[in-house]
Nanobody
Framework: QVQLVESGGGLVQPGGSLRLSCAVSTIIFGIRTMGWYRQAPGKQRELVATMSSGGGTNYGDSVKGRVTISRDNTKSTVYLQMDSLKPEDTAVYYC??????????WGQGTQVTVSS
């Protein structure tokens, strides 16, 4: 019954910013990480950013320094602030919740297009 719903994607010019949001439908126990992954057509899914239950963060090398992951106090929403966007950031961005049991929940994705 858990649902993750992403929002905030869209078209942005190079150098611009977007903030993605992921709303979680219910309280989830046993969370290991919450985060974001992205996938462009014909390419592998890659890590963007994750946050552990204790608040530690991990960023993909391609976006390090340009994105920031955060969450609200109830863990009901996770955010991805993206700045200095590049055309290579164009992809579908997926919200993810990973449990200690190795179960994963995924959102349906939100499209981010960076183009002039």
């Amino acid at each position: 019954q858990v649902q993750l719903v992403e929002s905030g994607g869209g078209l942005v010019q190079p150098g611009g910013s977007l903030r993605l949001s992921c709303a979680v439908s219910t309280i989830i126990f046993g969370i290991r990480t919450m985060g974001w992954y992205r996938q462009a057509p014909g390419k592998q899914r890659e890590l963007v950013a994750t946050m552990s239950s204790g608040g530690g963060t991990n960023y993909g090398d391609s976006v390090k320094g340009r994105v920031t992951i955060s969450r609200d106090n109830t863990k009901s929403t996770v955010y991805l602030q993206m700045d200095s966007l590049k055309p290579e950031d164009t992809a579908v961005y997926y919200c993810n919740v990973a449990l200690w049991t190795r179960e994963n929940y995924w959102g349906q994705g939100t499209q981010v297009t960076v183009s002039s």
